[in-house]
Protein backbone atom coordinates (compact mmCIF):
# COMPACT_ATOMS: atom_id res chain seq x y z
CA UNK A 1 0.00 0.00 0.00
CA UNK A 2 1.63 3.62 -1.24
CA UNK A 3 -0.76 5.45 0.99
CA UNK A 4 -2.14 7.40 -1.52
CA UNK A 5 -5.79 6.49 -3.01
CA UNK A 6 -8.17 7.12 -5.78
CA UNK A 7 -11.55 7.02 -6.37
CA UNK A 8 -13.10 5.65 -7.77
CA UNK A 9 -11.80 1.87 -8.23
CA UNK A 10 -14.13 1.46 -11.60
CA UNK A 11 -16.49 4.02 -13.90
CA UNK A 12 -18.40 3.18 -16.76
CA UNK A 13 -19.75 6.04 -18.38
CA UNK A 14 -20.76 7.29 -21.89
CA UNK A 15 -19.27 8.78 -25.12
CA UNK A 16 -20.02 12.55 -24.59
CA UNK A 17 -20.23 11.97 -21.12
CA UNK A 18 -17.83 14.00 -18.09
CA UNK A 19 -16.23 12.52 -15.11
CA UNK A 20 -14.04 13.81 -12.24
CA UNK A 21 -11.67 11.16 -10.74
CA UNK A 22 -10.46 12.14 -7.56
CA UNK A 23 -6.90 11.56 -5.97
CA UNK A 24 -5.85 12.00 -2.06
CA UNK A 25 -1.64 12.02 -1.49
CA UNK A 26 0.24 10.04 0.85
CA UNK A 27 0.18 12.56 4.18
CA UNK A 28 3.23 15.46 3.66
CA UNK A 29 3.29 14.79 -0.02
CA UNK A 30 2.85 18.04 -2.15
CA UNK A 31 2.98 17.24 -5.29
CA UNK A 32 0.37 14.89 -7.23
CA UNK A 33 0.97 13.49 -10.73
CA UNK A 34 -1.75 11.79 -13.30
CA UNK A 35 -0.85 9.54 -16.13
CA UNK A 36 -2.70 7.83 -18.05
CA UNK A 37 -2.19 4.04 -19.40
CA UNK A 38 -3.70 2.96 -22.38
CA UNK A 39 -3.67 -0.51 -24.00
CA UNK A 40 -1.74 1.04 -26.93
CA UNK A 41 0.33 4.33 -25.36
CA UNK A 42 1.78 2.74 -22.51
CA UNK A 43 2.10 4.82 -19.56
CA UNK A 44 1.73 8.66 -20.08
CA UNK A 45 2.22 11.70 -17.91
CA UNK A 46 -0.41 14.12 -17.69
CA UNK A 47 0.15 16.39 -15.35
CA UNK A 48 1.61 17.79 -12.19
CA UNK A 49 0.49 19.65 -9.55
CA UNK A 50 2.36 20.59 -6.48
CA UNK A 51 0.77 22.89 -3.36
CA UNK A 52 -2.02 23.92 -5.28
CA UNK A 53 -0.54 25.22 -8.71
CA UNK A 54 0.51 23.76 -11.85
CA UNK A 55 3.81 22.42 -12.36
CA UNK A 56 4.72 20.54 -15.23
CA UNK A 57 2.31 19.45 -17.87
CA UNK A 58 2.46 16.04 -20.48
CA UNK A 59 0.18 14.54 -23.14
CA UNK A 60 -2.77 15.96 -21.69
CA UNK A 61 -5.85 16.91 -23.70
CA UNK A 62 -7.76 20.17 -23.91
CA UNK A 63 -10.23 18.27 -22.95
CA UNK A 64 -8.84 17.16 -20.01
CA UNK A 65 -8.42 19.36 -16.70
CA UNK A 66 -6.98 19.27 -13.29
CA UNK A 67 -6.52 21.04 -9.85
CA UNK A 68 -5.10 20.23 -6.33
CA UNK A 69 -7.53 21.61 -3.84
CA UNK A 70 -5.98 23.33 0.10
CA UNK A 71 -5.85 20.05 1.41
CA UNK A 72 -3.78 18.89 -1.39
CA UNK A 73 -5.93 15.92 -2.62
CA UNK A 74 -6.22 16.11 -6.61
CA UNK A 75 -9.27 15.99 -9.55
CA UNK A 76 -8.93 15.07 -13.23
CA UNK A 77 -12.04 16.45 -14.90
CA UNK A 78 -12.35 14.32 -18.47
CA UNK A 79 -15.29 15.80 -20.61
CA UNK A 80 -16.88 15.28 -24.14
CA UNK A 81 -15.55 11.48 -23.51
CA UNK A 82 -14.55 9.09 -26.03
CA UNK A 83 -14.13 5.76 -26.57
CA UNK A 84 -10.56 6.33 -26.93
CA UNK A 85 -10.51 7.69 -23.34
CA UNK A 86 -11.16 4.00 -21.76
CA UNK A 87 -7.69 4.03 -19.97
CA UNK A 88 -6.02 2.90 -16.76
CA UNK A 89 -5.82 6.38 -14.72
CA UNK A 90 -3.28 6.64 -12.11
CA UNK A 91 -2.47 9.22 -9.76
CA UNK A 92 1.00 9.73 -7.91
CA UNK A 93 2.32 11.95 -5.34
CA UNK A 94 5.85 12.77 -3.80
CA UNK A 95 7.18 15.25 -1.17
CA UNK A 96 8.98 17.43 -3.50
CA UNK A 97 8.35 19.36 -6.59
CA UNK A 98 10.70 18.08 -9.20
CA UNK A 99 13.15 20.35 -10.33
CA UNK A 100 16.06 20.72 -8.61
CA UNK A 101 15.04 18.65 -5.28
CA UNK A 102 17.20 15.79 -4.05
CA UNK A 103 15.71 13.18 -6.25
CA UNK A 104 14.83 11.66 -3.01
CA UNK A 105 12.17 14.02 -2.79
CA UNK A 106 10.82 13.45 -5.79
CA UNK A 107 9.75 9.87 -6.02
CA UNK A 108 6.74 9.30 -6.85
CA UNK A 109 4.50 6.92 -4.92
CA UNK A 110 1.72 5.71 -7.61
CA UNK A 111 -2.00 4.97 -6.17
CA UNK A 112 -4.06 1.87 -7.79
CA UNK A 113 -5.35 3.86 -10.19
CA UNK A 114 -9.22 4.39 -11.78
CA UNK A 115 -10.34 2.16 -14.75
CA UNK A 116 -12.59 4.12 -17.53
CA UNK A 117 -14.80 2.44 -19.42
CA UNK A 118 -16.22 4.91 -21.92
CA UNK A 119 -19.54 2.66 -24.01
CA UNK B 1 9.52 9.07 -25.97
CA UNK B 2 11.71 7.32 -23.76
CA UNK B 3 15.18 7.71 -23.48
CA UNK B 4 15.86 4.22 -22.88
CA UNK B 5 16.01 0.79 -24.47
CA UNK B 6 15.05 -2.55 -22.87
CA UNK B 7 14.48 -5.90 -24.14
CA UNK B 8 10.33 -6.80 -24.31
CA UNK B 9 10.64 -10.21 -22.12
CA UNK B 10 12.59 -12.21 -20.18
CA UNK B 11 12.30 -15.21 -18.38
CA UNK B 12 13.46 -16.15 -14.62
CA UNK B 13 13.45 -19.41 -12.74
CA UNK B 14 12.08 -18.99 -9.05
CA UNK B 15 14.69 -18.71 -6.77
CA UNK B 16 17.48 -17.57 -8.95
CA UNK B 17 18.67 -14.03 -9.75
CA UNK B 18 16.79 -11.77 -12.37
CA UNK B 19 19.30 -9.91 -14.02
CA UNK B 20 17.53 -6.99 -15.93
CA UNK B 21 19.28 -4.55 -18.67
CA UNK B 22 18.55 -1.16 -19.84
CA UNK B 23 20.33 0.56 -22.10
CA UNK B 24 20.43 4.34 -22.02
CA UNK B 25 23.75 5.25 -24.31
CA UNK B 26 22.81 9.28 -24.43
CA UNK B 27 22.00 10.25 -20.27
CA UNK B 28 23.51 13.10 -19.84
CA UNK B 29 25.88 14.01 -16.44
CA UNK B 30 22.75 15.14 -14.15
CA UNK B 31 20.38 12.56 -15.56
CA UNK B 32 19.36 9.88 -12.56
CA UNK B 33 18.70 5.81 -13.90
CA UNK B 34 15.38 5.28 -12.36
CA UNK B 35 13.17 1.69 -11.69
CA UNK B 36 9.72 1.07 -11.46
CA UNK B 37 7.70 -2.03 -11.90
CA UNK B 38 4.09 -2.04 -12.19
CA UNK B 39 2.45 -6.09 -11.08
CA UNK B 40 -0.74 -6.70 -13.42
CA UNK B 41 -2.41 -3.47 -13.51
CA UNK B 42 -1.82 -2.16 -10.13
CA UNK B 43 0.07 1.43 -9.80
CA UNK B 44 3.85 1.35 -10.61
CA UNK B 45 5.80 0.61 -7.76
CA UNK B 46 9.48 2.45 -7.16
CA UNK B 47 12.18 -0.14 -6.84
CA UNK B 48 15.54 1.81 -6.81
CA UNK B 49 17.52 4.69 -8.43
CA UNK B 50 20.90 5.49 -8.88
CA UNK B 51 23.27 8.28 -10.29
CA UNK B 52 26.87 6.83 -11.27
CA UNK B 53 27.73 4.84 -8.19
CA UNK B 54 25.82 0.85 -7.38
CA UNK B 55 23.28 1.12 -5.40
CA UNK B 56 21.27 -1.78 -3.23
CA UNK B 57 18.36 -1.69 -1.31
CA UNK B 58 16.03 -4.18 0.01
CA UNK B 59 14.24 -4.94 -3.20
CA UNK B 60 17.24 -4.99 -5.78
CA UNK B 61 20.53 -4.33 -6.59
CA UNK B 62 21.11 -1.53 -9.95
CA UNK B 63 24.45 -1.50 -11.30
CA UNK B 64 25.73 0.95 -13.99
CA UNK B 65 28.67 0.77 -16.03
CA UNK B 66 31.38 3.50 -15.91
CA UNK B 67 30.54 4.77 -18.61
CA UNK B 68 26.81 4.98 -17.44
CA UNK B 69 25.39 4.29 -20.91
CA UNK B 70 23.75 1.29 -19.41
CA UNK B 71 22.37 -0.58 -16.05
CA UNK B 72 21.01 -3.52 -14.67
CA UNK B 73 18.71 -4.10 -12.20
CA UNK B 74 19.31 -7.27 -10.45
CA UNK B 75 16.52 -9.19 -8.15
CA UNK B 76 18.80 -11.58 -6.33
CA UNK B 77 16.70 -14.25 -5.32
CA UNK B 78 13.27 -13.90 -7.72
CA UNK B 79 9.95 -15.09 -6.75
CA UNK B 80 6.87 -15.77 -8.31
CA UNK B 81 5.34 -12.82 -7.08
CA UNK B 82 8.21 -10.51 -8.64
CA UNK B 83 6.55 -11.52 -12.05
CA UNK B 84 5.89 -7.46 -13.44
CA UNK B 85 6.68 -5.35 -16.08
CA UNK B 86 10.00 -3.37 -14.94
CA UNK B 87 10.69 0.12 -16.49
CA UNK B 88 13.92 1.65 -16.85
CA UNK B 89 13.52 5.85 -16.55
CA UNK B 90 15.80 8.19 -17.03
CA UNK B 91 15.38 11.41 -15.18
CA UNK B 92 16.97 14.68 -15.06
CA UNK B 93 18.09 16.41 -11.57
CA UNK B 94 16.82 19.71 -13.03
CA UNK B 95 13.30 18.96 -14.38
CA UNK B 96 12.46 15.68 -13.13
CA UNK B 97 8.75 15.90 -12.83
CA UNK B 98 7.49 13.62 -15.70
CA UNK B 99 8.58 10.30 -15.88
CA UNK B 100 8.84 8.83 -19.70
CA UNK B 101 8.27 5.07 -19.30
CA UNK B 102 8.49 2.84 -22.28
CA UNK B 103 7.31 -0.41 -22.94
CA UNK B 104 9.37 -2.09 -20.35
CA UNK B 105 10.80 -5.77 -19.64
CA UNK B 106 8.01 -8.08 -18.98
CA UNK B 107 9.55 -10.37 -16.46
CA UNK B 108 8.06 -13.99 -15.80
CA UNK B 109 9.57 -15.76 -12.91
CA UNK B 110 8.60 -19.74 -13.71
CA UNK B 111 8.40 -22.20 -10.83
Known amino acids: DSGVTQTPKHLITATGQRVTLRCSPRSGDLSVYWYQQSLDQGLQFLIQYYNGEERAKGNILERFSAQQFPDLHSELNLSSLELGDSALYFC??????????????????FGPGTRLTVL | DAKTTQPPSMDCAEGRAANLPCNHS???????VYWYRQIHSQGPQYIIHGLKNNETNEMASLIITEDRKSSTLILPHATLRDTAVYYCIVRSYYNNNDMRFGAGTRLTVKP
Open chain 2, 26 to 32: TISGNEY
Open chain 1, 92 to 109: ASSVGGGSGSAPFYNEQF
